[in-house]
């Protein structure tokens, strides 16, 4: 079967950034399929491919993969008009893939959520099946975020929501909020499988605190990690509070490691600096295939998002599944799905939302008690071995594709 892919951030372990396309496809192709992945230009993406780097679109083969690139640069730090044009610029582009590529079926995963449009178009046209893999409820989580007020913006995207849903032949949930919430504004009985984000467990594993090469840390120091965004989502801010707090203690010896970038990096590192919070630390982006050997050598990780109840159970961030196969004891600053596993499998704290007095005291506990680190941290890898190992995942990934595109022939014929 030939997989048409639409990701619009595609990005492979040579670049920082979750690599669960590349993954999927891969397994894809070693399960004997042919995947053409259509992505956008972003950034350093590290994909090497055919053609000048200021055409319009550029092509190349990429461990297997077929990649088509549209040259439609994107960054965080872009205004959201200008983001939204460049979401329906790479969905119109694609729409055009969509209608002339041979394919057996066609999978386009969030975000933006105008990654269904080219779904939305050729399943009536083409007459193949689409698959719509959901990794964000939208526009739930804009909505609840306040980043999305005009009720006009909210219509469009709810009805291109409801529409995705419809059209699609089946679905793929990454989180249980997000199973429901496709559940609720889908047909009855529409085929939803939930897929979550797993863990590398070749590439992240424990490691030695004291290989840790991070520029300013020393070796006596707790080294408390978080990679990934820094945007609004995110809620770096707590982290923060939390450290001002440490500070007020004396306690120097707690270090704050961000790694990563986002629109409101340049604020955080600002803050910081303003107020004197020497305890916290900001580095660039790492790629995955070099920030798994950071990450297996700090002690604690952060697992930080602002505090929006949309984000409780509609969630699935790649950070959480790195630290757990790195055996790293998680602090997670919010209640939902991934607080309830770090409480029922001893795997770290969760402490309650805008609290850094209490965010404060689980840092100086896990900080104090190596041997209940080293406890939560082996719990952590053996969560990570037996419930999200990427292979797994993988594998019930490409046998859900097999089996959709399986019913599809069989209705057809």
Request: glycine share 8%; proline share 6%.
């Amino acid at each position: 079967m030939h997989v048409l892919y639409f990701h619009q951030y595609f990005t492979t372990p040579n670049t920082a950034g979750g690599t669960r396309s590349y993954e999927m496809a891969r397994q894809l192709i070693e399960r004997g399929h042919k995947v053409t992945m259509v992505c956008a230009r972003h950034g350093k993406d590290g994909l090497v491919l055919a053609g000048n780097s200021d055409a319009s679109m550029r092509e190349g083969m990429v461990d297997g993969i077929r990649v088509i690139q549209f040259n439609l640069e994107y960054s965080n730090y872009m205004s959201l008009p200008k983001r939204a044009m460049i979401f329906l610029l790479f969905a119109l582009r694609s729409v055009g893939i969509a209608l002339r590529l041979d394919y057996d079926l066609l999978f386009a995963t969030t975000t933006p959520l105008t990654a269904g449009i080219p779904g939305i178009f050729a399943r009536p046209l083409r007459h193949k099946p689409f698959v719509f893999e959901v990794r964000d409820l939208w526009p739930e989580l804009p909505r609840a975020m306040g980043v999305v007020t005009n009720p006009l913006v909210l219509a469009g995207m709810s009805a291109l929501e409801w529409m995705s849903y419809r059209t699609a032949s089946a679905c793929i949930a990454l989180a249980p909020g997000i199973r429901d919430g496709i559940a609720r504004r889908s047909p009855a009985g529409r085929a939803i499988a939930m897929i979550p984000n797993g863990c590398d467990l070749d590439l992240f594993q424990p490691g030695s605190r004291k290989d840790l090469d991070l520029p300013g840390v020393q070796p006596g120091e707790c080294v408390a990690v978080f990679t990934g965004a820094h945007g609004i989502a995110n809620g770096l801010d707590a982290v923060l509070d939390a450290a001002r707090v440490l500070m007020g203690r004396g306690r120097r010896n707690i270090v704050l490691a961000f790694i990563g970038d986002g629109k409101l990096k340049p604020k955080l590192v600002a803050r910081a600096k303003a107020e004197g919070l020497e305890n916290c630390r900001f580095i660039d982006p790492i790629p995955k295939n070099r920030l798994n050997r950071v990450v297996s050598c700090c002690d604690i990780g952060l697992m930080i998002l602002d505090d929006v109840p949309a984000f409780y159970y509609g969630t699935s961030p790649n950070k959480f599944f790195d630290y757990i196969s790195s055996g790293l004891p998680v602090l997670n600053n919010y209640p939902g799905w991934l607080a309830d596993l770090i409480g029922e499998h001893r795997c770290g704290l969760a402490v309650p939302p805008r609290d850094p007095e209490a965010f404060a005291d689980a840092l100086c506990e896990l900080a104090d008690n190596p041997e209940r680190r080293r406890e939560y941290g082996r719990n952590a890898r053996q969560l990570a071995e037996k419930e999200f190992s990427r292979s797994r995942l993988a594998g019930e990934f490409v046998d859900w594709l097999e089996e959709v595109h399986r019913k599809w022939q069989n209705k057809a014929a």
